[in-house]
Every structure is written in C-alpha cells, then in structure tokens.
C-alpha cells in the first residue's frame, strides 16, 4: 500500500516562492499519474497540479505560470515549486495519486498524504 507524506508548507510573504515535497512509499511509483491538490477553509479541494509517467504536466488556470510540479523517480518524490505565491493561495496542500477518472477532480485519486500547510501573508 502506497504511504504519501507531504512536507515543506510555512508561512511567506507574498510574491515569496516554497517548494512543496511528497514522499511515497510502499512500493514504486513511477508509472504512477502524481496530482497536487489544496483546501482552504469552507472550500472545496481543488486541483493544482499533475505529473504522469512520462513527465506530462497539467495545471490550473489559477497557478500556471507560477507553479511548478516535478517528480524524480529515484527518490520516490514529487515536488511543487511555488513561486509569486499570493493571499489566495493559502490553503492545505495533498498530493495523491490519480487512479481512475479525469486527473482534475480529486475523487480520481487515492492515497491521500496527512497535508501541509501553506500561509501567505498579504
């Protein structure tokens, strides 16, 4: 069974940048389509971000430009670089990994990490 952990989340300013990182272990990933999804209070969780195996990305329209997902295999990880942040993108970040249906909705995935926080101040 897959474990995902995510860590790197804080506090910054806005227009600062953090990068996001997402354990996996259990058993090897790399043939697995990576997402990156966040939830901020009285919302919804709303899809960021997705790398599948060949390295193919897809963003949101809100972060394109701005955010960058990457995996690298031998580390059993997948990371979100974070720059430009704004108030707006405060929220809980997952990652998971898609296992059926579109990579935008987040009942496509499985195997949710615990989250981490990420505050920007305005």
């Known amino acids: 069974q897959l474990q995902l952990v995510e860590s790197g989340g804080g506090l910054v300013q806005a227009g600062g940048s953090l990068r996001l990182s997402c354990t996996v272990s259990?058993?090897?990933?790399?043939?697995?389509?990576m997402g990156w999804f966040r939830q901020a209070p009285g919302k919804e969780r709303e899809f960021v971000a997705t790398?599948?195996?060949?390295?193919?990305?897809y963003y949101a329209e809100s972060v394109k430009g701005r955010f960058t997902i990457s995996r690298d295999n031998a580390k059993s990880a997948v990371y979100l670089q974070m720059h430009s942040l704004k108030a707006e993108d405060t929220a809980v970040y997952y990652c998971?990994?898609?296992?059926?249906?579109?990579?935008?909705?987040?009942?496509?995935?499985?195997?949710w990490g615990q989250g981490t926080q990420v505050t920007v101040s305005s």
């Open positions: 259990g058993r090897a990933f790399s043939s697995d389509i």
């Open positions: 998971a990994v898609c296992v059926s249906g579109s990579i935008y909705y987040a009942n496509s995935y499985e195997y």
């Open positions: 790398i599948d195996w060949s390295g193919r990305t």
